[in-house]
Every structure is written in structure tokens, then in C-alpha cells.
């Protein structure tokens, strides 16, 4: 099992800039990509960005341009860079690992965007 914590959401305000980390933990060995996902209020849980092992990158067309996924192998973690941020980019962000086995997921941290 892999256990994820995410950190840095918050309020900001449109335009502004933020950064979410998320730190894996457990069985890190069997993470194959790792991802981030988002789900507004009413709406369906998304995929925003994700970085597979050998760095690849994939974003949602909603964030492309805006939104930059990093991972640090060493530290076992990923980042997400958010900047020249909308209101429609308001969600509970959740980090995702995909595993060898079942994938994880993180508790969620909440991103409000004001206008």
C-alpha cells in the first residue's frame, strides 16, 4: 500500500499562483505514475495533470500552459505548480498513485480561487 499527504492548497485570487505537494510513503516501489485530480462542487472528479516514471507529462486542456506536474523520486514526491489561476479552477485537489496493484489515494486539499 502507498499512503499519499497532500499539502499547499488555500484561497487566492484570480490570476495568482499556487503550489500543491504531495509525499509518498509505504510501498513506493510499485508507483508506476503519479497523478493529480480535481472535483468541484457537483461535478465529477477529473484528471489535471499526471507524470508517469520516466517523466512524461499529460495535462487536462483546461490547465495546459498554466499548470506544470514535477516529481522528485528522491524525496518520493510530486508537485503541482498552478499558475494564472481561474475561478473554475476551484476543487478539492487530490493526488493519485498509480500502482502495480491497487492505486492510492490522497485525503484531498481544497483550492478556492476568488475572483
Known amino acids: 500500500q502507498v499512503q499519499l499527504v497532500e499539502s499547499g492548497g488555500g484561497l487566492v485570487q484570480h490570476g495568482g499562483s499556487l503550489r500543491l505537494s504531495c509525499a509518498a510513503s509505504?510501498?513506493?516501489?510499485?508507483?508506476?505514475?503519479m497523478a493529480w485530480y480535481r472535483q468541484a462542487p457537483g461535478k465529477e472528479r477529473e484528471l489535471v495533470a499526471v507524470?508517469?516514471?520516466?517523466?512524461?507529462?499529460n495535462y487536462a486542456d483546461s490547465v495546459k500552459g498554466r499548470f506544470t506536474i514535477s516529481r522528485d523520486n528522491a524525496k518520493n514526491t510530486v508537485d503541482l505548480q498552478m499558475n494564472s489561476l481561474k475561478v473554475e479552477d476551484t476543487a478539492v485537489y487530490y493526488c493519485?498513485?498509480?500502482?502495480?496493484?491497487?492505486?492510492?489515494w490522497g485525503q484531498g486539499t481544497q483550492v478556492t480561487v476568488s475572483s
Open positions: 509505504g510501498n513506493i516501489f510499485s508507483i508506476r505514475a
Open positions: 507524470i508517469a516514471d520516466g517523466g512524461g507529462t
Open positions: 493519485n498513485a498509480r500502482c502495480r496493484g491497487p492505486d492510492s
